[in-house]
C-alpha cells in the first residue's frame, strides 16, 4: 500500500486493519504527527517506508514487527529511536536520512551482531556524534554524511571487510 503526495494529519486507523499488508509506504504523505501504536497490528509487514512524519519516537508496538526486514524513515522530526530493537528479527536494511536524532541507540548494536543481523544502515544526515562501539561488526555497507565526522569510523580492529571509503560511503 502506498500513500504518496498527501496532507495527512494522521494515519488512518483502517489501514491498521489490513493484517496481511507486507508493504506501506507513505511518501510525502503529511506531517503526521504520530505513529499509531496499532502499526504493531500489521505483523505481516516486511517494508516499511516513511517520509515526511512528524512523529518524534517511534511507539512501543513498531518494535514487535517479527517479518519487518526493510525499514526507511526519511526527512522527519524522529529525535528518539530508542526502544527494543531486538524484537524486529527479520531487520537486516535501515535507512535513517534526514531525521533529527544525535544518539545511535545501544540497543540497535544488538541487530548488527545477531544471528541474522543488519547488513546496511543509513545514517545520513542525521547530527551524530559518535557511534556505538562494535557496530561495523557485521555490516556490508554503512552509509553516513551530512553532520557526522567520518573521524569516529574506527575500523583498526577490523571489525567488518571495508571494501571503499568515499564521501561518507562504506
Known amino acids: 500500500l502506498s500513500i504518496i503526495n498527501t496532507d495527512l ?6 489501514i491498521f486493519e489490513i493484517t496481511s499488508l507486507t508493504k506501506l509506504e507513505f511518501s510525502h504523505a503529511g506531517d503526521f504527527e504520530e505513529l499509531p501504536e496499532e502499526i504493531g497490528n500489521l505483523q505481516n509487514l516486511d517494508y516499511l517506508y516513511i ?5 518524534n519516537k517511534l511507539p512501543d508496538s513498531f518494535f514487535t514487527l517479527k517479518k519487518l526486514s526493510s525499514l ?22 535501515v535507512t535513517f536520512q534526514a531525521c533529527d536524532f544525535s544518539e545511535v ?7 548488527v551482531t545477531k544471528d541474522t543481523p543488519i547488513t546496511s544502515l543509513t545514517l545520513y544526515g542525521n547530527p551524530i556524534a559518535d557511534l556505538p562501539e562494535g557496530l561495523l561488526s557485521n ?5 553516513l554524511g551530512g553532520y557526522f565526522d ?16 568515499a564521501d561518507g560511503h562504506i
Open 72 to 93: 526507511s524513515l526519511i526527512s522527519m522530526k524522529l529525535t528518539d529511536i530508542s526502544g527494543d530493537w531486538a524484537g524486529l528479527e527479520a531487520l537486516n536494511t
Open 139 to 143: 555490516l556490508s555497507s554503512l552509509s
Open 9 to 14: 494529519k494522521e494515519i488512518p486507523k483502517e
Open 150 to 165: 567520518r573521524t569516529y569510523i574506527d575500523n583498526s580492529s577490523n571489525e567488518t571487510m571495508v571494501e571503499s571509503l
Open 105 to 111: 541507540p545501544d540497543d540497535l548494536l544488538g541487530l
Open 51 to 55: 517520509t515526511g512524519g512528524a512523529f
